[in-house]
């Protein structure tokens, strides 16, 4: 998990994407407060860890899914047939 982010966040500064970039800080802040929750048993970490992981890997996908152009989604306007 870390690696894939570490990987990423190099890509997003070759590119200059700051918004990425200061996702993928975020993300890695929270992954070691997570760990730390674990490892103190802190549930209000492992919680917000927990919510923090769905929304992470619900963007990733919907990411793809736009790049794919999977289902309705596309980069490019279509027009539609009125």
């Known amino acids: 998990s870390q690696v894939s982010v570490l990987e990423r966040q190099i890509f997003d500064f070759l590119g200059y994407q700051w918004a ?15 760990l730390f929750g674990t490892i103190q048993y802190r549930p209000r970490y492992i919680t917000g860890y927990a919510v923090w992981l769905i929304l992470w890997v619900t963007w990733n996908v919907f990411v793809i899914c ?12 279509k027009e539609k047939d009125w």
């Open 20 to 34: 990425p970039i200061l996702a993928n800080f975020i993300h890695i802040i929270v992954v070691i407060l997570g």
């Open 66 to 77: 736009f790049y794919l152009e999977a289902g309705d989604l596309s980069k490019a306007l």
